[in-house]
């Protein structure tokens, strides 16, 4: 498996959605599990996913399955406050991305980021965050996989 060590750990496009009323996360483990999450003031839907990068600045994304439900607080970690059930998913995709750093709004400061030239959960630009993560910080990680399979 071939993963770029530069990806692992926490994106987030929220220093980059000023003006938009949602927002994503990526959360991308060394050992290629990682997840996708996309939320707004209401909703939060999440998707377990498989990641590898087939060649140098090409990521792959395969999903496993995807839960949504209900935002629940305001501060601290994405957390749900109840979910439908969640549903297995399979779409794999590809996604040509350059690690550099960009600049989120007029006149702040640029960030380290990732570029994606197609958009990953609605979001081409995500904010480096914390390099060290866990399985644990993923928002799914209380809910059991779909049945059957």
Known sequence: MDLNELL???????PF?????????LGLLGDGRGWSAW?????????RLRWHC??????ELREQWTVAGELGGTAGPLAFAG???????????????TIGSAVPMPDADPLPAITF?????????????????????????????PAGR
């Open 54 to 59: 087939p060649e140098p600045g090409v990521l």
């Open 17 to 25: 959605s000023y003006g938009v009323m949602e927002a994503s996360e």
């Open 39 to 47: 939320f707004n003031a209401d909703s939060l839907c999440v998707t």
């Open 8 to 14: 692992v750990g926490h994106w987030s496009s929220v």
């Open 83 to 97: 979910t439908e059930p969640p549903v297995w998913a399979g779409e794999v995709t590809r996604h040509r991305y």
């Open 117 to 145: 030239e197609e958009a990953v959960e609605f979001c081409h630009t995500f904010a480096r965050g914390p390099r060290e993560i866990t399985p644990e910080e993923d928002p799914s990680h209380r809910v059991p996989p």
